[in-house]
């Protein structure tokens, strides 16, 4: 079936391209950039100060040569691609933002962050870590707030309460046109395959609300359309797959495409390059805006919170709604909190939902692609 | 009367099994793959008739692109269809390759349940027994063979290839048994394995099957750690293309 590109602005399948040129308009419009790495980075803040966030590049393999002649080899992909990246200085984002937004997710982008704001003024966020004690939500609060305070004097910008508030209502307009866009993917067979998933995500996260929901209106426009029309991918017995765990893009895009050459559909990219990203709601009209996203920030079921139940939870909420014949967990190598993690949530999908589970252990190489197709089609004909 | 071919391209061997329609072998052929092995694939097809052939082992794609008429299967499944027509009770397997290890969780009819299966890492496969008995001057049949007789258990900790061969030099080094070595060398095989199966089930015996499942030490040491039953089914290294041939020769039953 010949299906018509969903944006259709020549860039699609190239998201990194579309999004670079949307990041040049802003740039040429005098707009100042700071540069995100993670789903922690409260962009509602962001936003409510006139500046743009662009997510930097991590997902490339070819930089990592470079990242290695510092870093220690046997660290995750995404760190040293990160770093790779920095050093040799080819992130054209990295280089149109004016400073850094980190946060303590993990040791190793920890340390990495000590060498990076060597490069580029960085701010770097305590995050809680232990979600559900009642400090965590005071403390990243504060750490809201500092952030504030930081861009406040590199940007000389403000924030009120107010711009705060109207940042925080786009944002949840945006997020729940996403949510609507991923039905799609629930539709049996779905309407959306991860390619347009990953072009419209990618797109999305640095896009302010305004500037999202006419597009996403007019995407969910055609999809009716295509329903209507009774276009879909794959067939009926196509296997639907849910693909949790680490972030997935670029080089590390693998997994998806093998998963499609297998015969299956990826029907939920869960993870902060997927569905994740746009989960949640931010309380609106509160007397504390700052806490109110402080608060939908601490419900990120990220691997690097414990206890993170949430992560259950939120894997039932998207088995149930989007039906999917097995869960592949993609871990990448050295993310210790995702790998060990990987047994919970193997045992859980497993008993709570009778579903096959396989977790994928991998980087940006590709040298393992004959080993992870025997896996993926292994599992593909334990459905059959 | 139709013939069903399964071709089982390895990273080390390539087996070929011709079945008839009830499943009986017509044919058996074993040869090395070397580096071109889809000439070696060609070299024993030849001469060998067959209506229908499936191709399973980390060269079936090739072998697909190659072969238009194939099928494919993963050796995860073939290896599965292969035990149970001998051990037809079968609920867990161990299949130690040439590259890959793999343990196999089977259900009551004999269909895979769950698997495990190595990452990239040559660890604890064919491969590395390969490396090490040559490191040490034994043959691959006495390799086995001497482990099996050693008097006493020595430890090697490294997993990968690379540093288990500096941990054997320094080892030979320090005037340690060869024999013992050799035993330590299967010792750490067995314990990558052994994690394996037990992700995947905790009772019943184990068929062992693939390359390696020929190696007496490696059995031994299994049912050793695990206290569970290590059954070898004869020619282990012919599970994969048999149960290739196997289920087409099923399908074709099926559809008659």
Known sequence: MNIEPLMNDGFDGEPARRVLRYMEGHKEKGHPIVGIYCGYAPIELIYAMGIVPTVLCAFSKAPIPSAEAILPANLCPLIKSSYGFILEGTCPFFSMSSAIIAETTCDGKKKMFELAAQVKPLHVMDLPQLPDEVEALDNWTVMIRKLQGFLEKTYHTKATDQTIETAIQKTNRKNSMMRKFYDYAAIHPPVINWQEMYDVGFLALPSTGDEMIPLLETLLEKLDKRVEQGVHYGSPESPRVLVTGCPVGGDALKIFKIIEAAGGLVVVPDACTGIKAFMGKIEENTPDPVRAIAQRYLEIPCACMTPNDRRLSSLSEMIEKFKPDAVVDFVLTACHSYNVEAYKVGEYVGERHGLPYLKIESDYSDNDEGQIRTKIEALFEILG | ?256
Do not use: W
């Open chain 2, 1 to 256: 009367m139709k013939v069903y071919a399964g071709i089982d391209i390895g990273s080390r061997t390539i087996e070929l099994v011709v079945v008839d329609i009830q499943g009986n072998i017509m044919d058996f052929i074993q040869t090395d793959t070397g580096f071109d092995p889809i000439t070696e694939a060609s070299r024993i097809l030849a001469g060998v008739p067959h209506d229908q052939i499936m191709a399973t082992g980390y060269g079936r794609g090739l072998f697909e692109t190659a072969f238009d008429d194939a099928q494919t299967i993963t050796e995860i499944k073939a290896h599965a269809r292969g035990v149970v027509s001998i051990f037809p009770g079968a609920t867990t397997i161990l299949d130690i390759g040439g590259q890959d290890s793999k343990a196999i969780a089977l259900n009551n009819g004999g269909r895979v349940k769950k698997f495990e299966m190595n990452d990239r890492c040559a660890a604890g496969t064919g491969k590395f027994l390969e490396i090490m008995a040559k490191n040490l001057g034994f043959s691959i049949d006495e390799f086995g063979v001497a482990a099996l007789d050693a008097k006493n258990d020595l430890s090697i900790n490294s997993m990968c290839t690379v540093f288990a061969e500096s941990e054997v030099t320094s080892l030979i080094a320090k005037g340690a048994d060869r024999k013992e070595i050799a035993r330590g060398l299967h010792l750490s095989v067995v314990k990558r394995a052994a994690g394996m199966i037990n992700r995947v089930s905790s009772l019943g015996p184990i068929v062992f099957s693939g390359g390696v499942a020929n190696n007496p030490c490696i059995k031994a040491l299994i049912s050793q750690k695990l206290g569970r039953q290590v059954l070898v089914p004869e020619m282990p290294q012919r599970m994969g293309a048999l149960g290739a041939a196997l289920i087409l020769a099923e399908k074709a039953s099926e559809s008659d």
